[in-house]
């Protein structure tokens, strides 16, 4: 069984993750940020992502993109 808690900025984690430990019957304490999953789907109909495109679309339409070689790509992409 799992129980996510939300702590806002000014928590204090070592004195909640302590006091948690020492409860019976918890046997793991994980902390984590801003770990929230998107779907594709909430990806592409975010505005932000609009935004994104748009400004791309934008870039391209004005020349302001570089070509850049098939050996660069495949040196940052490691493939030989």
Do not use: C
């Not at 400004?55 to 940052?76: M, P, T, V």
Request: no cysteine; proline share 1%.
């Amino acid at each position: 069984m799992e129980i996510k808690i939300s702590l806002d900025e000014y928590a204090d984690v070592p004195f909640i993750k302590k006091l948690l430990s020492q409860i019976k019957g918890i046997n793991h304490i994980e902390i984590s940020e801003n770990d929230k999953t998107y779907s594709w789907e909430e990806i592409e109909n975010s505005e932000v992502f609009a935004k994104v495109i748009e400004q791309s679309r934008n870039q391209i339409k004005n020349g302001e993109y570089e070509e850049f070689s098939e050996e660069l790509i495949d040196s940052i992409f490691n493939k030989k």
